[in-house]
């Protein structure tokens, strides 16, 4: 049986019979000593939940590692950044990657990035340290290994090739809950060579609040090429085992491992027709990064990797037909071709800039442009890049195995779109994108559009569209002569990207004016129906009808905007967050435009340091964070695994009020890796279940723990249960706060916790000269996302006693409840918490049920037991009070959610923001007016709050302040002239 070998940190790996669904992020960490990449989701793109109700989660960066090829027909080494969670580990034969502790540590030194990223207070929790210092290193060892042909300025000593927009994107797919990005930014800048250092944030390498002038001199220097990624023992062996090969690559793994690399697409089909594999347990991958967005629900024990298929690899231009990309070409590459071209085609590059803001930097250097298509055609994907490729008129070729013979079809991706999903044998060959010419010839006009959660990616779109027209130039109005255009529309909620013909049709041949432009938004919206169940349909149907309004108008004489005025920034971000991927006019007259995603904010820190409580307050750098950015820092999920240990995962009610009377398995290969399921009735005699720990909480089972090898096991596993439920002699369910009020059930909330009343407020009702007689407000509960998830490691000891390893907030409040759960006394109960990858208050009580259930198998099965939750697993079934006490409290049948950071804060000032609205709304008066009237002054806070008040400390005194600072008046008449020049866009200060 063959094997994998690869580097990992310089040092040789040789992985026999392992799982052939085993990722990177498995194998560093369960096989090596290295701990620095981390899960956090397992997805590698934000919004992994791609159904049209869901709201995105995921996509974090902290598993990031580099992997480095060698080609020794060239005797060239690649590197690239990319996921390990969802990389193959059977994919990487004779590969070389490289971790955070690679790049540096404490015995070898800490490399420049790591000690930048600890001298810019860049790291808080510390769990999504080393996947930053990754990506950043990366993105400097791409800058300053350009090809020789183009070579960028050589940057002072001390700073990279890298620019101040490059270095900010460097993390742009590294996702960070603690330290609001700008000291992980600033460090990233004090990277590029155009940057102002005195700019740059606060740091322990200069003093901000003295004459000591900001010098690179004072930064830790910075040298090119100070890391060797790929060893020269791995090297050799490539060498050695060409030979071996016919001169070809290396042989990868055998078929006895469950993995299959046809080196052409007849030894791909030929596997098919020998009839090796059952198809519900094949998965064909060429990157896997298709597994971060749809999640396996079963293991697969074949894996064929087609990304060796020289075809599927190859790159084609023509002059006259554009340039035809094999389908196993990834996202990065393509943006490297299609920059490169030699023509000036105006189609090749917006589809390139669209491209960069698909996913992140390491997802885009693995994912390949086919499976992203593919994506779309089988699981109705909503993809960027199936819309902007549609509108650009490009056609694909597949080849498929029909009766032992192979046929080969070139469609247009209209076509393959609407197919049926294709099936296993079916196999993508390229995409063809037609070359439109420059946009100096031939009237062509191409834009593309996406509105996201995030500006620079690594986030799935609300709506995506792209349109090409072909026009002429009417002399008489200086508007344009529409004679073909494409308009291309996705993510909006149906089954695939679709072309908007009905509209098409109509502008075909007229002139572009306002009654035309308003006809085919009526048309457009005809068009652009979201399926039942889309979040926001009406928000997703204006942003499809603004994209084309927009792109008809820059083609329409005398609809144009003015041009901006010099004091407002570029931007296309809107009132809520998104963003526009275009915004300047794209007609051949005034093509030239700045793309908002370039444009960064400029600003700069002013503090003012006391000595009084001298040395808090000051900026010391934080002990241990040069630890965290090299990844030896340790967290419990990086405690190597005792031996015999065993791993658990929650199986969920779907139910929300039911008795549970047995738990059973589907028959598949994730469930034959069960070895016990644990459920309450496993809590030893004398012990109590977690829900009877806490007050008004009954004492039913609270989990099934089903307990496999893995980690990945028990997860599949706990998705393959099959409960069986009881509703007899049980009320309907209450899950909302209506249905409670309804059934008037309520907490007793104790008097002491009742406030106090301030004034009448009847009587002050009764005398108002205006009423709001009522009104309501619905706000989504706060989502924690510390970046690592609920954990804990049980190790059952002599005498009945238990270790326990924990990401608790309260660890004392978790030892007790693991010693009443076990029933036995609170010294037998060790809880050990070094740190925590996060918590804002979500792990203060929740983490006790992680681990209690890991407690109570361990003290069960006399093993190590741990656990380490998935991204998506949340706790929602009715069975943890509220922590809150402070407003009426209604019992519902869904889990409360508790307090985050400062709790009640965001939803009372939103509530308190809705009603001022709708005052200055209803009254016609400036908003600033009511809110003003409405903020405590010294009187009535002594009236709320006794001898707390503190007259230096209130609302109005705030307001004067930072209105002055901010020279909020000029702001405020620089919005209006901004708003009565630019009747196409919108302003606003808050």
Not at 620 to 646: F, H, T
Not at 723 to 747: G, K, R, W
Not at 932 to 939: G, M, S, V
């Amino acid at each position: 049986m063959a094997a994998v070998v690869a580097a990992v940190n310089g040092e040789r790996y040789e992985a026999v019979g392992v799982d052939p669904s085993m990722t990177l992020l498995e194998f560093i960490r369960m096989r090596t000593r290295f701990r620095g990449p981390k899960l956090g989701c397992g997805e590698g793109v934000l919004g992994s939940r791609v159904s049209h109700a869901d709201k995105p989660a995921g996509g974090c960066g902290a598993c990031v590692v580099i992997v480095s090829k060698y080609d020794a027909t060239i005797d060239e080494v690649t590197e690239f950044s990319a996921s390990s969670c969802l990389t193959l580990l059977g994919s990487l034969h004779y590969c070389a990657v490289t971790t955070s502790e690679g790049i540096g540590n404490s015995r070898d030194g800490f490399h420049p990035v790591q000690r930048r990223l600890s001298g810019f207070h860049a790291s808080q929790c510390g769990f999504c340290t080393p996947g930053m210092c990754v990506s950043i290193f990366s993105a400097l060892t791409k800058a300053d290994r350009v090809p020789l042909a183009s070579p960028r300025p050589v940057p002072p000593p001390g700073f990279s090739r890298l620019t101040t927009t490059e270095a900010m994107k460097a993390v742009s797919g590294n996702l960070c809950r603690c330290t609001g990005y700008r000291p992980i930014v600033d460090a990233c800048k004090s990277f590029a060579a155009d940057v102002d250092l005195e700019d740059l944030g606060l740091n322990s390498f200069w003093k901000r609040d003295s004459d000591e002038r900001a010098d690179v001199s004072k930064l830790p220097a910075y040298s090119r090429d100070s890391v060797a990624t790929f060893p020269e023992f791995l090297k050799s062996e490539i060498k050695s085992s060409i030979g071996q090969t016919n001169g070809g690559a290396p042989a990868v793994v055998s078929t006895g491992d469950g993995w299959f690399h046809p080196r052409s697409i007849e030894e791909f089909h030929e596997l098919f027709a020998s009839n090796l594999f059952n198809e519900s347990s094949l998965k064909i991958v060429a990157s896997n990064t298709g597994s971060g967005v749809y999640k396996d629900q079963d293991l697969h024990d074949k894996y064929i990797n087609i990304s060796q298929i020289p075809e599927l690899s190859a790159i084609k231009r023509s002059s006259s037909n554009g340039v035809e990309i094999g389908a196993a070409v990834p996202i990065s590459k393509v943006i490297e071709v299609l920059v490169s071209d030699d023509g000036d085609s105006v189609v090749f590059r917006r589809i390139a800039d669209h491209l960069s803001k698909v996913a992140s930097t390491f997802v885009r250097n693995t994912a390949t442009i086919g499976g992203n298509i593919i994506m779309a055609q089988r699981l109705l994907f909503p993809s960027d890049i199936a819309t902007i490729l549609l509108a650009a008129g490009s056609t694909v070729t597949i080849q498929k195995l029909v009766a032992s013979k192979s046929k080969r079809t070139c469609l247009t991706l209209e076509e393959f779109l609407k197919k049926p999903p294709c099936d296993s044998m079916t196999l993508l060959i390229s995409i063809s994108i037609p070359d439109w010419g420059s946009h100096h010839h031939e009237g062509i006009t191409f834009e593309t559009f996406r509105a996201a959660p995030r500006p620079f990616g690594n986030a799935i779109s609300y709506v995506n569209s792209a349109f090409l027209a072909k026009s002429s130039v009417d002399a008489a109005s200086g508007s344009h002569i529409i004679v073909d255009v494409r308009l291309a529309f996705g993510a909006f909620g149906t089954e695939h990207t679709i072309r908007a013909t009905e509209v098409e049709e109509f502008l075909k041949g007229k002139l572009v004016t306002a009654p035309v432009i308003l006809e085919a938004i009526r048309l457009l919206k005809g068009v652009v129906s979201p399926a039942q169940g889309t979040t926001h349909p009406e928000y997703r149907v204006s942003l499809a009808v603004s994209y084309l309004f927009r792109f008809l108008s820059s083609l329409a004489n005398g609809l144009d905007e003015p041009e901006k005025d010099s004091n407002v920034p570029n931007g296309s971000c809107a009132s809520n967050g998104t963003t526009d991927s275009s915004i300047e006019s794209s007609s051949p007259e005034k093509h030239l435009r700045v793309d908002s995603s370039d444009s960064s904010i400029k600003s700069r820190q002013e503090m003012v340091f006391s000595d009084i409580y001298k040395p808090v307050g000051k900026p010391i750098e934080k002990v241990g964070a040069e630890l965290q950015a090299s990844g030896e820092a340790i967290y419990v999920d990086d405690i190597p695994a005792p031996k015999d240990c065993l791993y658990g995962a929650f199986i969920y009610s779907t139910h929300p009020h039911a008795h549970i009377k047995g738990v059973n398995f589907r028959s598949s290969l994730a469930s034959q890796k069960v070895i016990t399921v644990i459920t309450a009735k496993d809590i030893p005699t004398g012990g109590q279940n977690v829900g009877s720990c806490f007050p008004m909480l009954g004492d039913e089972a609270l989990f099934a723990d089903p307990i496999a090898e893995t980690q990945k096991y028990a997860y599949m596993a706990a998705k393959q249960a099959v409960m069986e439920y009881s509703t007899e002699n049980l009320q309907p369910p209450i899950l909302t706060v209506e249905d409670a009020v309804h059934h008037n059930s309520y907490f007793q909330v104790p008097p002491f916790l009742t406030p106090k009343p301030i004034g009448d407020f009847n009587q002050a009702m009764s005398e108002a000269d205006h009423k709001i007689i009522d009104g309501e407000v619905r706000l989504g509960s706060q989502y924690y996302f510390y970046m690592e998830t609920q954990t804990a490691l049980a190790i059952p000891d002599e005498d009945n006693c238990i270790t326990v390893y924990c990401s608790a907030q309260m660890p004392e409040v978790t030892q007790d409840i693991v010693a009443r759960c076990l029933g036995i006394p609170l010294h037998n109960v060790r809880i050990i918490t070094r740190r925590v990858g996060g918590g804002f208050g979500g792990k203060a009580m929740k983490a006790t049920h992680v681990a209690a259930a890991c407690s109570v198998a361990a003290f069960k099965l006399r093993r190590p037991v741990r656990m380490y939750l998935d991204r998506k697993t949340y706790d929602n079934g009715g069975r943890a009070a509220s922590n809150e006490g402070l407003q009426d409290e209604h019992l519902i049948n869904i889990s409360s959610k508790s307090a985050m950071r400062a709790p009640g804060e965001a939803q009372g000032s939103f509530i308190a923001e809705a009603i001022n609205e709708h005052v200055t709304s209803a009254l016609s008066v400036g908003t600033n007016t009511i809110r003003r009237k409405n903020l405590h002054d010294f009187e009535s806070l002594k009236v709320f709050y006794g001898d707390s008040a503190v007259s230096l400390v209130t609302g109005v005194a705030a307001e004067d302040r930072h209105g002055r600072a901010l020279q909020q008046q000029q702001q405020v008449e620089e919005a209006g002239h901004f708003l009565r020049a630019h009747h196409l866009r919108g302003e606003s200060i808050s």
